[in-house]
């Protein structure tokens, strides 16, 4: 909720102390920024700590500061290797979950209270025959067993119609390396 207010605050179209990230906060101008910051936050959050109040408003500077220097031009495939790994993240995590809601048997549930967000499939945007696919591939430190009960529950879920509408055809990449399919499995 304070982190909220910092945000709201500093983004207010009345408010005119904005800081600036091109320059590091210990300057004079971001130091002014955050004294006032500090002030209004102290009136409104009276019962929060000042260090707390202080911290926050370092961190939205901080994050304003990573925004702006991912801004450059230089720092385009950083920013890109950034949002790729944050959307694979957010894909392993949607797996999980749906591959979690499948599971049947105490044996299955057993097995699968050792599946992790990192022990899921990477999948990569790609085109095959014009259609738009998930190229798979499988951690190769997975275990055995629980990559068999992965391809039970995709199958599982795939049976599903509801599922498959709304999610890319999977392809399997041939191999474990990463630096693109060999051959494609369909």
Request: charged fraction near 30%.
């Amino acid at each position: 909720m304070l982190q909220e207010a910092v945000r709201r605050l500093h983004n207010s179209e009345n408010n005119p102390h904005k800081y600036d990230p091109q320059t590091g906060i210990s300057l004079p101008r971001n130091q002014a920024v955050m004294t006032y910051q500090l002030e209004e936050l102290k009136t409104t959050f009276a019962d929060a700590d000042p260090e707390c109040i202080q911290a926050c408003c370092k961190t939205y500077f901080e994050t304003l500061r990573r925004k702006y220097n991912l801004s450059q031009p230089e720092k385009s495939q950083l920013r890109d290797a950034i949002k790729t790994g944050a959307k694979n993240r957010q894909r392993k995590r949607r797996l999980l979950d749906s591959r979690s809601k499948v599971v049947q048997t105490d044996a299955e549930r057993e097995l699968w209270q050792t599946a992790t967000v990192e022990l899921m499939s990477d999948e990569e945007d790609a085109i095959v025959d014009g259609r738009p696919v998930w190229i798979v591939r499988s951690p190769s430190h997975r275990n055995p067993q629980l990559s068999e009960l992965c391809e039970e529950l995709q199958r599982r879920l795939e049976a599903d119609m509801r599922y498959t509408i709304l999610h890319h055809q999977r392809v399997k990449a041939d191999g474990n390396g990463h630096d693109g399919p060999s051959f494609l499995q369909l």
